[in-house]
């Protein structure tokens, strides 16, 4: 069980940072922004694979759906809801949402341990005072579910994958893949607008945003996905609205309110009594990269 805890904690982790580095390429557009985010995360990814002499791997036909639809659900569609929730009905309600990711993986990993299920409801609520209770409309909500989906999508669809393709060519494949597809996004929505120069600031930012919450945390994530299991790994999804809070104070952007530390501490609670949790099935644990 130890396998595996660190790699998720600190992937999570790392993703919740985004939040504050956010302010860095708010000016930008936003489609073209997460085009070159992938584009440069992919660039780096695909290097990685060719300095470890990783050969390419013929996928199979299940192997191309999972891989496509991690890509379309889990990267694409997930970016597109997250957005226009926001847009919608404000980052409070999205966020709300996504912190329900812990049950929803704890029930879509097979059998769930009942006290894996208490340990679950525990982080889901800790992350939501984390979060703030999000409050909006329909159109939020239905977007917000969306990215409910991708969230889930993004680990559920890449535990096929990993076995044989490994973390390194799973995280490389989809992000290369995604640039298209939100080129082709970008484009509908922004047009020619959608790329420009960055500023020195957007520029940081990026390379904050594809190095570390792409490259070092997808692999992070997918080396610890099939280690854990979907139910035990998604406890650390919590981590995302707590690592938002840390950068904030970090950062000098924020200061936490009684609610942020009594949802930190409440996600903390939950993560350490669902690692305790017998799993239902042994973890699928994928091969040395190849």
Known sequence: MNKGVIGAATAMFLVGTLAGVSGLVA??????????????GSVILLIITRVLGLRFIKLTRREAVCLAGLTLLG?????????ESAHAAGPGLVGTVLGTVPLALALAGGRPAPRLLVAATVVVAGATLATGLGSGNLPGLLWALGALVGEVSFSLLAIPLLPRLGAIRVSAYSTALAVPLLMVVGFVDEGTGMFRVPTLAEALGFAYLAI????????????????LGPGHAGLFAGLIPV?????GVVLGIATPTAYDLLGAGLVIAGILLGLTAKRSQAPVVAPNEA
């Open 27 to 40: 000016g930008y557009p936003i489609y073209g922004g997460q085009a070159v985010r992938y584009l440069v």
């Open 75 to 83: 990267l694409v569609a997930f970016n597109v809801c997250v957005i």
């Open 212 to 227: 570390v919450v792409t490259v070092v945390a997808f692999f992070l994530w997918y080396t610890s996905l099939p280690k």
């Open 243 to 247: 690592a938002a809070i840390v950068t």
